[in-house]
């Protein structure tokens, strides 16, 4: 498949060799770049940026006129092989040098070609590379399921400005998938192949708000064994994900500004600031008054993070994903469990689509998992699913019970584990999806109850 934001260089001195290349793949691929010269290597890497690192290179190894060895290719290909996020090389060999394309991949070139080459074998070289390049995810949009027209307008958005490098502010109500839309926006976006990193900015102890960030050098304060990168060192070159930032407090907001501000951060006990080139995606469950209120939050800190704002609608406006989102959470339960498969019965099913779900996907999928479960019949009824006409939990269901009545319903095979998961799954069902509001409930930090979440597959 020809990939459309691609970046591919070209570098060899012989400026027709590079104007056939360039016309072959830029037909192909969004980016064809040429340069004739490794010093002018330099000066690209050396402007930094996303966009500095191209995806795929086509190495030349012979520069100078008379020049046969290859020394010249292998040294620009050592360089491109330090870069944090290094290209996928090729080189491209005039003299059918099989040693030196032996020597090429033992440092580290993904492939050869020879000169003159087939021009089928040399797409295919780069597609194979740029393949390898990018690991295929599934965390990216074919994850954020629904068709409805709102989910539809959710993706087009996505796929509209996940290319450039603008701040997105992600809001919506709890367990809608605003994490899911940050990582469809790195996985589409030119930093794919870095790191998407989350950071949970409510769970952040003020006290130690600054080092996780922005890390510290050894000795800067009696715990610092040794230096310490932050989580915005940690993301170069990548998404950096700020959850929760509406939960912030206003002497962190500071903090955080001043590094957007200047895009860069200075670790404590340091003597100067680093450069991070970091896209930074942020999400809040509050709503938009709210963010506007300045007791809550700095409106310079903002319009920094809300270049562009995407709003994901709450399950109960857009009931036309209900019924594919169940079926995709029940198969993956019922696989999970063993169970076999089953249909929705038609009345449960106008029932749930027509359900208020104020904990929206996320409470949606705890329901299937509950009706994978508990249900016994040959179709699943709404009573397996274990909700209210309202939107709230039945009363009287065993996982809407509160927290300690379902540890005392000990079953004689219950173990703690499952007596921790069941006690998650009610603390959740009670606070309708509202991680923070779960957490204090079992008397954990929200970065402990993610953990646990993580742990039992919640
Ligand atoms: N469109 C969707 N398709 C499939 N699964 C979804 C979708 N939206 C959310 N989910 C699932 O719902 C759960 C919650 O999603 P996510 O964590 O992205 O929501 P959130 O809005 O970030 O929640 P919170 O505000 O509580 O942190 C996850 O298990 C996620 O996989």
């Not at 629904?146 to 307008?153: I, K, L, V």
Request: charged share 25%; aromatic share 6%; with cysteine.
């Amino acid at each position: 498949m020809p990939d459309s934001t691609a970046r591919i260089l070209i570098l060899d001195d012989d400026a027709d060799v590079a104007y056939a290349a360039r016309m072959l793949l830029r037909r192909r691929y969004g980016d064809v770049a040429v340069l004739h010269d490794p010093a002018q290597l330099h000066g690209m890497l050396a402007r930094g940026g996303p966009d500095a690192v191209p995806d795929v290179v086509l190495l030349d190894f012979n520069f100078t006129p008379g020049r046969t060895d290859g020394a010249e290719g292998l040294a620009a290909l050592d360089v491109l092989r330090r870069q944090p996020r290094p290209p996928a090389v090729i080189a491209l060999t005039a003299y059918a040098d099989v040693p030196l394309a032996v020597e090429a991949l033992k440092r580290g070139a993904a492939d050869f070609i020879t000169k003159p080459w087939d021009n089928a074998r040399l797409v295919a070289a780069v597609d194979a590379a740029l393949a390898r390049r990018r690991p295929a995810t599934d965390t990216g949009a074919s994850a954020l399921m629904g068709d409805s027209a709102p989910m539809q307008a959710v993706r087009a958005m996505i796929a509209g400005v996940a290319p450039t490098e603008a701040n997105v502010m992600v809001l919506g109500e709890n367990g809608v998938g605003k994490e899911l839309v940050a990582r469809a926006l790195h996985a589409q976006s030119r930093r794919a192949a870095g790191t998407f990193l989350s950071v949970d900015m409510g769970a952040l102890p003020e006290s130690t708000f600054e080092s996780e960030l922005f890390g510290h050098r050894k000795g800067a304060f009696t715990d610092a064994k040794a230096d310490r990168a932050g989580r915005f060192q940690a993301a170069r070159g990548g998404t950096l994900f700020l959850d929760e930032i509406g939960n912030m407090p206003l002497p962190a907001q500071a903090k955080l500004l001043t590094a957007l501000e200047r895009r860069e951060v200075t670790p404590i006990g340091a003597d100067r600031p680093e450069s991070v080139d970091v896209r930074i995606v942020s999400a809040t469950n509050l709503d938009e008054a709210r963010m506007f209120d300045p007791s809550v939050f700095r409106a310079d800190l903002l319009f920094r993070l809300n270049t562009i704002v995407l709003r994901v609608p709450p399950l109960r406006e857009r009931p036309g994903d209900v019924p594919l989102l169940l079926r995709h959470y029940l198969e993956l339960y019922e696989a999970q469990y063993g169970r076999p498969a089953r249909a929705v019965a038609p009345a449960a099913l106008a029932a749930l689509c027509a359900h208020g779900w104020p904990g929206n996907v996320r409470a949606l999928r705890h329901a299937c998992e509950r009706a994978v479960i508990l249900g016994a019949q040959a179709d699943y009824r709404l009573e397996d699913f274990g909700l209210a006409a309202g939107g709230a939990p039945c009363a009287g269901s065993a996982v809407s019970a509160a927290v300690p009545a379902t540890l005392v319903q000990m079953r004689e095979e219950a173990t703690l584990s499952s007596l921790e998961r069941e006690a998650i799954a009610a603390a959740l069902e009670q606070a309708q999806g509202n991680i923070s509001h779960a957490a204090r409930m079992l008397g954990v930090s929200r970065a402990a109850l993610y953990r646990k979440l993580d742990k039992h597959g919640i």
